[in-house]
């Protein structure tokens, strides 16, 4: 009995089985009732479980109205075993009802705990996606960065501000770039240019350090940085965005670590300028050195040989030079060193080569000239520097050169020949008194 009792499906057979049979009863015995009867129970059914007041009101409503049945028909026991069914009925019908509300509540608790739990798992997806999104941003700048890096290192100036325009326009890709020298009617420009310090402008109506009228209508947050060398300006960049707070700090860190890479590469490239200059060029006069002068001299003879022009070799040497030394000291020694070579590098042409071949020893390589214009050329330096003045302590002095001249290949087919051939006629100009010009 308590198995079934306690089957919600086997209480509602039961209550079907006992309604009827009541309906039976009350329908034989009082038609009104068939009719009335089965309103109760259906009322008292269909109530939730805790509205105790109107049930009470059901049961006792259904009592009264058997009662007066029973009072009216004199049919005491059919009324009260009907009245009984009615009750058993209802309560058998409203357990099972019980049951299967709470069954739903506890169905529909599980379901909302598994909505929340599903909305939290969707939240934790999309929490993920966007921290895959923002990892996969960042490997995707932690690329560009390198590969500017690897990239700037190896590029002139003009290429080295191409890169980083290349680099910063990857990044922000939906934003204007510019990188300018020129800052004039450029206000932000030109406070970036003075202080080289970078800016960000996450709002340009708003920021109070500039005025709202130095920005366009697309100039609605900003990066302007300053690319320089050794502390001096050579460009600007600026990163612009038609949308309000669209730079965050981090953009700028980013935009100012490529702007000072791109300022430190510039920088080695002018050391390295520098550094090959020193190599090339002799720390006093600025001419070539003795080491240029041979591998510009093997080049022209592999030129001339090609080409069948004809150049000419001209080696001077400053006349008395140890006694002028010895007379006036070696800081007027350098003087007159460096006033002779720029002489002899004004008078020369683009396309000569001027060295300083050793001590007071210099060196001319001439393309396309012969003996004859050699001579002309060498004459004319010679005379030029007999007549340039020095001043040491109140004393006026001049210097003089003898010059030797080589042809090749009317000459020399070799270096070597080359330059023994205009040593030896430099050698027979100070034999014959100095301050003149061998060519034969």
Same mark, same amino acid.
């Given at each position: ?49 805790? &509205? ?71 939240? &934790? ?21 390198? @590969? ?18 290349? !680099? ?13 020298? &020129? ?71 980013? !935009? ?41 001299? &093997? ?106 001249? @080589? ?34």
């Amino acid at each position: 009995m308590q198995d079934i009792l306690n089957s919600k499906y086997k209480r509602n057979f039961i209550a079907i089985i006992f309604f009827f049979i009541n309906s039976i009863f009350i329908y034989k015995y009082n038609a009104i009732s068939a009719y009335l009867y089965p309103i109760f129970v259906l009322s008292l059914i269909l109530l939730k479980e805790n &509205d105790y007041e109107a049930k009470f009101i059901i049961i006792f409503g259904s009592f009264i109205w058997t009662a007066s049945l029973i009072y009216i028909s004199h049919i005491f026991t059919v009324h009260l075993i009907n009245f009984i069914f009615l009750c058993a009925s209802a309560y058998l019908f409203h357990r099972a009802n019980s049951e299967i509300r709470k069954e739903k509540e506890l169905i529909e608790s599980k379901i909302s705990i598994s909505l929340v739990k599903l909305k939290n798992l969707e939240n &934790d997806i999309d929490s993920y996606k966007k921290h895959l999104n923002q990892l996969k941003n960042r490997l995707s700048i932690n690329q560009i960065l390198m @590969s500017t890096f690897k990239n700037i290192q190896q590029n002139s100036i003009e290429a080295t501000l191409s890169e980083v325009y290349n !680099s910063l326009k990857k990044i922000f890709d939906d934003c204007e770039l510019i990188i300018k020298s &020129d800052i004039h009617n450029d206000y932000l420009a030109a406070y970036v240019y003075q202080t080289k310090i970078p800016v960000l402008i996450k709002n340009s109506k708003e920021d109070s350090r500039f005025k709202n009228d130095i920005f366009s209508e697309n100039e609605r947050s900003l990066i302007a940085l300053p690319i320089s060398s050794f502390n001096i300006p050579i460009g600007i960049v600026k990163v612009i965005s038609q949308k309000e707070e669209r730079f965050s700090q981090r953009d700028l860190n980013i !935009s100012e670590l490529i702007a000072t890479t791109a300022s430190i590469s510039i920088e080695n490239l002018s050391l390295f300028a520098k550094i090959n200059e020193l190599a090339m060029k002799d720390a006093l006069t600025s001419l070539f050195t003795h080491r240029v002068f041979q591998d510009k001299l &093997d080049m022209e003879i592999l030129t001339s040989a090609r080409t069948k022009i004809p150049f000419s070799l001209i080696i001077a040497d400053i006349d008395h030079f140890k006694k002028y030394n010895d007379t006036y000291g070696h800081q007027a020694g350098d003087e007159v060193l460096k006033k002779t070579a720029m002489l002899f590098s004004s008078m020369a042409r683009e396309i000569d080569t001027v060295a300083r071949y050793g001590g007071e020893e210099f060196a001319f390589i001439l393309p396309g000239y012969n003996l004859t214009e050699s001579y002309k050329f060498a004459e004319n330096i010679r005379q030029n520097l007999s007549r340039l003045t020095f001043n040491f302590n109140g004393i006026t002095t001049t210097v003089t050169a003898s010059f030797g001249i @080589s042809e090749f290949p009317k000459d020399a087919l070799i270096k070597s020949q080359l330059i023994r051939l205009a040593d030896e006629r430099l050698y027979k100009a100070k034999k014959s008194g100095r301050n003149r010009v061998v060519y034969e």
